[in-house]
């Protein structure tokens, strides 16, 4: 992922405490995540069916690059709209 976004978003799942075991290697997932430093995370099935996507909008992302914490920031607000999804599915 870009700028090492997936690191920030494994921590913002820990914490927190999204309901969700992440793996490293495809072959274990039942669910593939993908995740832009843009603000735009997908989850889909192995076969490429799209179940739930979001993105952040709405912040200049060229400055939020330039701060360390720009991709941090991403992760978190990408995690807190995955975390009310299965929470609150409707």
Same mark, same amino acid.
């Given at each position: ?6 690191? %920030?978003?494994? +921590?913002?799942? !820990?914490?927190?405490?999204? @309901? ?8 274990? *997932?039942? /669910? ?10 997908? %989850?889909?099935? +192995?076969?490429? !069916?799209?179940?739930?996507? @979001? ?8 400055? *939020?690059? /330039? ?24």
């Amino acid at each position: 992922m870009d700028k090492d976004l997936d690191s %920030f978003i494994r +921590a913002q799942i !820990v914490k927190k405490k999204v @309901s969700l075991v992440v793996v490293v290697d495809p072959e274990e *997932a039942d /669910l593939i995540m993908t995740a832009s430093a843009s603000g735009t995370m997908i %989850f889909s099935k +192995a076969d490429k !069916v799209m179940l739930w996507a @979001s993105a952040t909008g709405g912040r200049s992302l060229w400055w *939020a690059g /330039l701060k360390r914490e720009g991709p941090r920031k991403v992760a978190e607000r990408l995690i807190t709209s995955l975390k009310k999804e299965i929470e609150n599915p409707d």
